[in-house]
């Protein structure tokens, strides 16, 4: 497919998707120059063929609102399958902050972009990100034109020198990528997790969160030892402690939640907190527990799907996530009933969009275009090749032939410009830096 012409990509202008499968109905999109919907329905192709530059025949193709990836660390593409089998605090401790600590900016940008490509060839237009040197991960999306909510990282791990310089960074990094004035990129803030974090710097980035309104993404509850820990140092859970320095607010995104009681669920639906449930990192660094989905559902608390960073997923695929998201939590509450297809869908496009407050996730009239197209051939069952809601349980990010975001291509037929480059790249990186940490050891 490397014959498209390059210049189709990454600009906006008028595109006629026709004969596409939604909800098992045929229809035709029609996305105008500045990247939103402008008409979706049946036989409505002919009022747009002469405006349409591009016409994409869609036929035997399934459209679906773009993935939204509601916890990861995209620049973690460089450390796939490093420091595999081992027990999470080992993992944590002993293998990925030693080798973060000889990661450059540059790397960052490197692996930020081999992510973007993954989760473009996958189907997610929209991500949720928290690493150190954010603003190169900011400068990879921007090139890569995704969209996304980026948040630096903030730890002290209890050193009060360092905090005057993390508050710095953090407030240098929002001004920077605010004063790019991009509407695809939103910079926020990124309070590691209670273990990692003082409750003094968790007020400020309250504090912080309210000045610049900008969003906060933490971890929470994520292991046993992080919330008994939690128990005797500050004599209440991590949904506890956050909640006194007023961390949990609808601005909030809190990763993980494996440990927490129906009590936490009460408190994180009072502070309007938005939960990202990651599936299979939770089962790859064997937390020992699943996020109670259907207390968090019964307390109305808003909840999306997240791949977490490839250390802790081994890749990006949402597809994947939203199947092994199902198993486990059927699995987990003996109830086959549990996330059927479209609830399903729906914490993977609207639910994390709401969480980032954002207005995509749908596919309606006047939203902002982020779509995917994909394959529904390949011998199953359906009138149409694999229906839209087989899709979901049945597939992986392969089956993704297309995908627009903000009304740009990033994907025709599978084919992304440059993506030789950006995995030669990749590739490189990666082996400098097992090559620099083995150099300390
Ligand atoms: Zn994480």
């Known amino acids: 497919m490397s014959s498209l012409d390059p210049g189709l990509f990454n600009k ?39 405006e349409a530059i591009l016409s994409i025949d869609a036929e035997g193709m399934v459209v679906l609102p773009g993935f939204v990836n509601l916890h990861t660390h995209a620049a973690m593409t460089l450390f796939r399958g490093y420091a595999d089998d081992i027990a999470f605090n080992q993992w944590l401790f002993d293998k990925i902050l030693p080798i973060e600590a000889v990661m ?27 690493y150190f040197f954010e603003l190169d991960v900011a400068k990879a999306v921007r090139d890569m034109n995704m969209r996304a909510v980026l948040s630096s990282l903030y730890t002290d791990f209890g ?101 927490i009681s129906k009590g936490d669920c009460s408190i994180l639906a009072k502070g309007g907190v938005h939960v990202a449930h990651n599936p299979v990192s939770n089962m790859k660094l ?19 799907l997240g791949t977490d960073g490839c250390a802790s997923n081994n890749n990006l695929d949402m597809m994947e996530t939203m199947r092994i998201a199902a198993m486990v939590q059927r699995f987990s509450w003996n109830d086959r009933s549990l996330l059927p297809p479209q609830e399903l869908l729906s914490l993977a496009t609207h639910a994390g969009s709401r969480a980032l407050g954002l207005s995509t996730g749908v596919l309606q009239i006047g939203k902002p275009a982020d779509l995917i197209l994909l394959k529904s051939s390949g011998g199953f069952p359906g009138k149409n090749g694999l229906s839209p809601e087989q899709m979901l349980t049945q597939s992986s990010g392969s089956r993704v032939d297309t995908t627009i975001c903000n009304g740009r291509l990033l994907m025709l037929h599978e084919y992304v410009p440059g993506e030789e480059e950006i995995m030669n790249q990749a590739s490189h990186a990666a082996e400098q830096l097992v090559r620099r940490v083995n150099q300390q050891f």
Not at 13 to 33: G, Q
Not at 109 to 119: H, K, P, Q, S, V
Not at 166 to 188: A, D, F, H, M
Request: negative net charge; contains cysteine.
């Open 286 to 304: 064997t937390v020992g527990k699943t996020m109670p989905y259907q207390w968090l559902k019964d307390a109305k608390v808003n909840v999306g």
């Open 104 to 130: 450059t900016p540059n790397d960052v940008y490197i692996g930020t972009r081999l992510a973007c490509l993954e989760m473009i060839r996958s189907g997610t237009t929209t991500f949720l990100d928290m």
């Open 12 to 50: 906006n202008y008028p595109i006629l998707i026709t004969n596409v499968n939604s909800s098992d109905k045929i229809i035709d999109i029609f996305i105008d120059e500045i990247g939103l919907i402008k008409d979706i329905g049946e036989n409505i192709s002919k009022k747009y063929d002469n």
């Open 159 to 259: 050193d009060s020198d360092i905090i005057d310089q993390r508050k710095k960074e953090t407030e240098k990094y929002v001004q920077t990528v605010k004063s790019w004035n991009n509407n695809l990129i939103t910079p926020g803030i990124g309070p590691h997790a209670v273990y990692s974090v003082t409750p003094q710097s968790m007020e400020w980035c309250r504090d912080f969160s309210h000045q610049y309104h900008v969003p906060i993404h933490i971890h929470m509850s994520e292991t046993e030892k992080e919330v008994l820990d939690c128990q005797k140092t500050h004599q209440t859970t991590p949904t506890g402690l956050l909640y006194r320095h007023g961390l949990l607010t609808p601005e909030t995104v809190a990763a993980h939640c494996c440990w």
